[in-house]
């Protein structure tokens, strides 16, 4: 979803644009289970990444765990410092979806840019009803380690639908 919000192509008639229609998306996958090797996945996804010349390093994960993981740990700095030729990634991650505060690893640095969700009606998206009557499914997580919210539900981007096979808009 937040690719598709991003860098969806300009003007070709399948309702959305991208913000950044020109960005170049280089996506990563891994497995978001707990465990020593998923945390050596998720560090050289990282290290992959700003090794490969990415300028920004978006992780919608939605929160781990409440400890912080030394390998992954590593990477983020490596990748704060090192990245874009010295110059640092810019690191994005979102600040989980429970409801509660920030969680790591968006917590985890100062350097990093944690996110949290709001409505299209600017109220922090709580797992409640909102104003139109419809139920969300997480709740943005919130506090201090927060930087900047953005609006999570009802966004148009290229993924037509849920998990759950409903459409998100």
């Not at 993981?69 to 979806?97: H, P, T, W, Y």
Request: negative net charge.
């Amino acid at each position: 979803c937040c690719a598709g919000i991003i860098a969806a192509v300009q003007d070709n008639g399948e309702g959305i644009s991208g913000i950044a229609p020109e960005a170049k998306i280089l996506p990563i996958s891994v497995t978001l289970t707990r465990g020593e090797y998923n945390e050596q996945m998720l560090a050289n996804g990282i290290n992959w990444a700003w090794q490969n010349g990415a300028d920004i390093i978006s992780n919608s994960w939605g929160g781990m765990a409440e400890t912080d993981m030394e390998m992954l740990d590593e990477a983020i700095d490596n990748a704060l410092q090192n990245g874009r030729e010295e110059k640092g990634c810019v690191l994005v991650f979102s600040a989980g979806n429970d409801g509660v505060e920030v969680h790591y690893p968006a917590n985890s640095d100062p350097r990093i840019l944690a996110v949290g969700g709001i409505s299209p009606w600017g109220d922090r998206v709580s797992g409640d009803r909102l104003p139109d009557n419809t139920n969300v499914l997480f709740a943005s997580n919130y506090g201090e380690k927060l930087d900047v919210v953005a609006p999570s539900v009802f966004i148009r981007t290229t993924v037509n639908t849920t998990l759950d096979g409903r459409t998100p808009y």
